[in-house]
């Protein structure tokens, strides 16, 4: 099965482009603005505890949209990438912040979020130990998850 550290990376690779990327403003537009649609656009995406965003994750995109097709293709992409037999049925997830009873098995297992729901939190960023050790490593690997958790803590 893969690690906590290859999924990671899988995201990375198999999110669609600019899961993570912030909008880039038009010329000339005032800061206010910007910063007002970059709020915006922060409320409107599913952030997992690590700072992966969940809603541009293929697993939760086929799970929302009950996409077969985009199940069968990520299982088989994972399975390929890591070695790993993951099949359709594995591909369902309603986001690290769900309860569950959907939720990636890898994620169920996650460190990270298991800290961050232990103390009540959706996500890292108001943590008073942010950003601790485990976090740090994680965002060696995912660096624009740091930007994403960054993002928050500024709001
Ligand atoms: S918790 Fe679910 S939606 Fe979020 S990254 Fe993991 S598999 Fe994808
Ligand atoms: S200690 Fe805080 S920052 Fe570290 S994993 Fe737990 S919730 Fe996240």
Redesign the pocket.
Known sequence: MLTRKQFCQS?LALMLAGCFAKAQPAAGRKEDIVHQEEEKEMKEKII?ACG?V?SA?P??IATSSDDDALRARTAQEWSQMYHADIQAVDIN?D??PSDGPR??AH?LECEIRACAHGRKLVTCAPCPEYACRKLQEFFAMVPQARETLDGLRKQ
């Open positions: 995201c997992g992966i969940c994750c697993t939760y997830c986001g690290c939720l990636f994620c």
